[in-house]
């Protein structure tokens, strides 16, 4: 084994790095509550079942307490918390659940699913990481509450929805939204990141 053979002002380099692209992780989590918040303000607003409405707004509250806890651990690294959803998705997901306006009960719960999609993904692959403490058990548990949004609404549409052949294609529309959207945001993953770097260097 190597010894360490850092110099005293790489390491702080280093260190800084990884919490800079921890805050931007974060942060990339918390605009994802954000976007989600949004859209579910559409969907409560137009659904017809009130007990549809009420579980979204069961959900909403978990998205809204993930974006406190996000926050506290951004501000905990020395990061500022973003405000809001993403620049480049989050206004294509708000659309999303819009256009399942026109499909009633059915068509918004389709919508809901896609956007919900995305999120229990990017979700679970963070959790994945396993990061150390208070990191990994806020991101564990956002991760398990994103599973069961996704379950719900599945369920909800399998007791409504038609044929097999429908299911598949709106599943083939979401998965293509899914990564579409993860790759934008990746992008502004970085931005951040590099934001932060930009930011220690003053």
């Known amino acids: 084994m190597f010894p360490d053979t850092l110099l005293p002002e790489e390491k702080m380099e280093k260190e800084g790095s990884s919490r800079d692209g ?6 990339d989590l918390l605009r994802l509550d954000h976007d989600a918040v949004q859209s579910y303000g559409i969907a409560i607003e137009h659904l017809d079942a009130a007990a549809h409405q009420e579980k979204l707004r069961e959900f909403r509250a978990d998205h809204e307490r993930h974006i406190e806890q ?3 651990l951004i501000r905990q690294q020395g990061g500022k918390p973003v405000g809001g959803p993403h620049l480049t998705t989050g206004a294509v997901k708000a659309a999303v659940q819009q256009a399942g306006r026109a499909g009633g009960d059915r068509g918004i719960l389709t919508a809901f699913k896609t956007n919900e999609r995305q999120a229990r993904d990017k979700y679970r692959r963070h959790a994945e990481k396993g990061h150390a403490g208070e990191v990994g058990d806020v991101v ?3 991760a398990a509450d994103e ?3 996704y379950a ?6 399998e007791s409504i929805e038609g044929s097999d052949a429908a ?4 599943d083939t529309m979401e998965v293509g939204q899914a990564r579409a959207a993860d790759a934008m945001e990746a992008a502004e993953r970085k931005a951040g990141e ?3 770097k930009l930011g220690r260097s003053r």
């Open 22 to 27: 921890l805050i931007a992780e974060l942060n």
């Open 70 to 72: 996000l926050s506290g």
């Open 140 to 142: 564990a548990r956002g």
């Open 147 to 149: 599973e069961r949004h």
């Open 152 to 157: 719900w609404v599945v369920s909800v549409l």
């Open 167 to 170: 299911r598949r294609a709106t």
């Open 194 to 196: 590099a934001a932060e």
